[in-house]
C-alpha cells in the first residue's frame, strides 16, 4: 500500500539488497529502497511472524507506507547473494554481524555498515575485503513501534563514505539512495563522517542514560545539561580533527558550525528519546562502546583532553554493567548494614 496517488518509478537498473537488522533504521531506508523498485529482502529474527503477517508499515513525515507482502526471512541463509547488503545492526552485535552477512555475499556483493559508532567497519574488514565495505551515518528521528510498524519523525539524510576512500564506489551507493527519495551526502571520508555522527550522539545519548533515562529536551532546557552537551560535542570535534589529521586527511569538521547545527537540529525534533535511552529502559545492551568507548581511547591514543566523554563513557558503561546484573546497585536495606554512614 503507497501513499495516496504515489506511484513506484522503477530504476534503470533494480538492485538486489539484503538488509540485516531490520529495526527501525533498516527497516525505514530498506523500504524506502523497496518503495523506489529494488529486489530488498529483510532478515527478520525477533519480529518475523508479524511481518509475514502484516508486513512492513511505516509512519513517516515524508509519507506513510505499507509493504505488503514483504519478501522476510528468518534466517541469512535464507536471504541469497545479492548486490548490496545493508547491515543495520545495533553496534553490541557487531560480533555477530560477520556471520549473518557471509551468507548474502557472492563475488561482487558491497557491505554497508549502517550502524552507530566508531570502529564498525574496521571490525567488518577482518571478515571481507576493504574495497568491498562502506559506512552510512544515519541523522534521522525514527522509533520502532510494535511489531512491523516504524515511526519516521524527522529528518532522514544519509552521509556515506568508502573505507578506502573509493569516491567513485561512494557515488554508486549514493545513487542508490537517492534514487529512493533519500537525502544522501558522499562525506570527504568515511572517518570524517563517522566522527561528525558523534558529534550528536555523544553528548545526547550518553547524556539521556547519565541522567537517569531523560529525552532531549530535558537537555536543552536544564542550563547545566545542555552547557555540558555543549562542551562533550566541542570535545568530539577536536577529537575527531586530530585524528583526521593522524590518517593524513585535510578534511576538517568546523566546530562552531557544528555546535550551531546539532543544537539547532535537537530543538526542532521535539523531546527525541534517544537510541540508546531506548535501550537502557528497556533493558537491552547498550552501544556504550562503539558510540563512547571507541572515540574516547582514540582520544587518548593521540594526547587529546576529553574529560566530559570520559564522564560520559565510565557512568554510561556502569549503568549498562548494572542493568545486566553485573554490577550490584545498593538498596534500602543495604543502608541498615554496619559501614553505612548517616
Given at each position: ?70 519478501q522476510c526471512f528468518a534466517r541469512a541463509e535464507e536471504v541469497g547473494q545479492v548486490d548490496w547488503v545493508i ?147 566541542r570535545e568530539v570535534v577536536r577529537a575527531g580533527n586530530a585524528d583526521l589529521g593522524a590518517l593524513g586527511s585535510?578534511?576538517?569538521?568546523n566546530e562552531e558550525e557544528v555546535v550551531a547545527r546539532m543544537f539547532a537540529q535537537t530543538e526542532a525534533m ?73
Amino acid at each position: 500500500m503507497l501513499p495516496p496517488g504515489a506511484a513506484i518509478a522503477y530504476p534503470a537498473r533494480v538492485a538486489t539488497i539484503a538488509v540485516i537488522g531490520a529495526g527501525a533504521v533498516g527497516g525505514y531506508y530498506g523500504g524506502r529502497l523497496a518503495l523506489a523498485g529494488h529486489d530488498v529482502r529483510f532478515l527478520v529474527r525477533s519480529e518475523y511472524a508479524a511481518w509475514r503477517e502484516r508486513g512492513l508499515r511505516v509512519f513517516s513525515k515524508d509519507g506513510d507506507f505499507w509493504l505488503r507482502p514483504v519478501q522476510c526471512f528468518a534466517r541469512a541463509e535464507e536471504v541469497g547473494q545479492v548486490d548490496w547488503v545493508i547491515c543495520a545492526l545495533k553496534a553490541t552485535a557487531i560480533d555477530e554481524a560477520a556471520a549473518l552477512i557471509a551468507p548474502c555475499v557472492g563475488p561482487g556483493t558491497r557491505v554497508v555498515a549502517l550502524m552507530n559508532g566508531l570502529g564498525n567497519e574496521e571490525r567488518l574488514a577482518e571478515r571481507f575485503e576493504r574495497r568491498r565495505i562502506f559506512g552510512g551515518m544515519a541523522f534521522v528521528c525514527i522509533n520502532r513501534g510494535e511489531p512491523g510498524v516504524i515511526h519516521h519523525l524527522e529528518y532522514g539524510r544519509v552521509s556515506v563514505g568508502h573505507l578506502e576512500d573509493d569516491a567513485g564506489a561512494c557515488g554508486e551507493l549514493a545513487e542508490l539512495f537517492r534514487g529512493a527519495g533519500i537525502e544522501t551526502v558522499v562525506a570527504p571520508n568515511l572517518r570524517y563522517a563517522r566522527w561528525e555522527k558523534l558529534c550528536w550522539n555523544v553528548p545526547f545519548n550518553g547524556l539521556s542514560v547519565a541522567g537517569g533515562g531523560i529525552g532531549t529536551w530535558t537537555v536543552l532546557g536544564d542550563p547545566e545539561l545542555r552547557a555540558f552537551a555543549e562542551g562533550a560535542m566541542r570535545e568530539v570535534v577536536r577529537a575527531g580533527n586530530a585524528d583526521l589529521g593522524a590518517l593524513g586527511s585535510p578534511a576538517r569538521l568546523n566546530e562552531e558550525e557544528v555546535v550551531a547545527r546539532m543544537f539547532a537540529q535537537t530543538e526542532a525534533m521535539g523531546d527525541y528519546r534517544t537510541s540508546m535511552v531506548i535501550d537502557y529502559v528497556l533493558g537491552r545492551p547498550l552501544e556504550s562502546e562503539a558510540i563512547l568507548g571507541n572515540p574516547v581511547r582514540r582520544a587518548r591514543e593521540l594526547g587529546v583532553a576529553v574529560p566530559r566523554m570520559e564522564a560520559l563513557y565510565a557512568l554510561v558503561r556502569h549503568a549498562d554493567l548494572a542493568r545486566r546484573g553485573e554490577r550490584r546497585l545498593l538498596r534500602a536495606a543495604d543502608l541498615a548494614l554496619p559501614g553505612s554512614v548517616v
